[in-house]
Every structure is written in C-alpha cells, then in structure tokens.
C-alpha cells in the first residue's frame, strides 16, 4: 500500500522518489555543507525511518547545516524517533474527542492500544480503515483498544469520516493538521502509521498493518 509522506517542515522534490536508497545516502555523504541533504535523509528514512542509520547521516553533515534553523528541527525530530522507538515508554497525549472533551493515552493504561494517526483527507488511511474495523472488531473484547489520533483541521471533516468508516473507537484531536502535537511528539511525518502500547505504557511495535497487525496482537493476547 503506497503510504504518504508529507512533512511540514520539509517537501520533498518528486524526483527523490525514483532514486534508490543507497543513491540518496551517496548523495547526502557527497553534500554534506548543503541544507539539501536534509530532505535527502528524510527520504532515506521513508516510511519507515531508522533512527541510528538517520542520525549517523546527520551527524556526518557540515557543522553549518547542523546549526541552521532546519538542521536544529532536524535534530528534534530525531530525538522524537529515537524516544518514540520499540521499548521505550510512549509519551502522553492528551487532546478533545470530536465531542470536545480531553481524553488522554494514560486513560486506556491497562490495555494493549494502538495509537493510529490518520486524517479524512488522507486517501491510504481511509483504506486503511476497514481493516482496522475487522482488527478492532476481532480484539476489542480482549484487552485491545485504539486511540485514533487525527491529523484533520475541519472538525466536520473528522467526524464524517469517523461516522461513514464506522471507526468505534476512541479518537483525538487538536485539528492542526501536520502540526497536530501528538504527531510530533512521535515523530510522525507519515500517514497513515500507528504504534502500538503494552498494558504498561511501554512501545513494544510500530507500523504494523493489516494481518502484520492481526498476528501481533494473537501472539500478545493469548
């Protein structure tokens, strides 16, 4: 499934797209003093970023670029994917449900969650969404919920798209679209991509879909 990556910090040119992953690490260790190279290593990372592969690339970057507005975001953003990885405890959200009241992570402690960031306009999300119906609709009785966390900015827009998928679930929102706060907290410039909590709070896989997602969960929820 083609997934999209957008970043609001960087955009990506199209050509990026063709080339292999090893051509694009060329390219970066080639252009070290050139801010460039930053949107260059984000496509190394793809959909699914390596956070010690990144920041390898990024530390071999020119001081110059490192110390340069973009470069510093970079750096949080690595920080984010390096804090936001397999084994480490997942930093709280809270944001409004589409009722306009605060809901938090912290309030599905106890449980296996899946943290599922997604938008209505979001074409790969709203196919995504039917086998997260089928998932949540074989585990929901099993110690298993999902906290969907929307990257939408029109509240109708949400909550259309929560009603005519059927998404029963929980869901949250601050309606800033990429600059949604959870989103960057994870380091979280793709969707759809979600991330899966143990009952402790503790990040035990991420971007898992379809029956990838359904096997994880037979073999946690024995």
Same mark, same amino acid.
């Given at each position: 499934m083609k997934k999209i990556i957008l970043s609001f910090l960087f955009a990506l040119p199209f050509f990026l797209f063709a080339q292999t992953k090893e051509a694009l690490i060329a390219q970066v260790k080639e252009n070290p003093k050139s801010t460039e190279s930053l949107k260059t290593i984000q496509? +190394? /990372? /793809?959909y699914y970023p390596d956070y010690k592969e990144l920041r390898a690339l990024y530390n071999g970057l020119d001081k110059s670029v490192r110390k340069s507005k973009d470069g510093k975001a970079f750096d949080y953003y690595l920080k984010r994917l390096e804090s936001t990885s397999v084994g480490k405890k997942a930093p709280g959200i809270t944001q409004l449900t589409p009722e306009g009241e605060p809901f938090s992570l912290t309030d599905l402690r106890g449980k296996y969650v899946l943290i599922d960031f997604w938008a209505a306009w979001c074409p790969d999300c709203r196919k995504e969404n039917p086998n997260l119906v089928k998932t949540y609709a074989e585990f929901k009785d099993k110690n298993f919920e999902i906290l969907g966390v929307s990257f939408d900015r029109k509240l109708e827009d949400w909550v259309n798209a929560i009603k005519n998928d059927n998404l029963t679930w929980k869901h949250i929102s601050d309606l800033q679209s990429w600059q949604n706060a959870a989103g960057t907290l994870y380091g979280v410039r793709s969707i759809p991509q979600n991330i899966l909590v143990d009952p402790e709070g503790i990040i +035990?896989?991420?971007?898992?879909? /379809?029956?990838d997602l359904n096997a994880k969960l037979r073999e946690l929820l024995k």
């Open positions: 496509k +190394v /990372g /793809g +035990v896989a991420r971007n898992l879909h /379809g029956e």
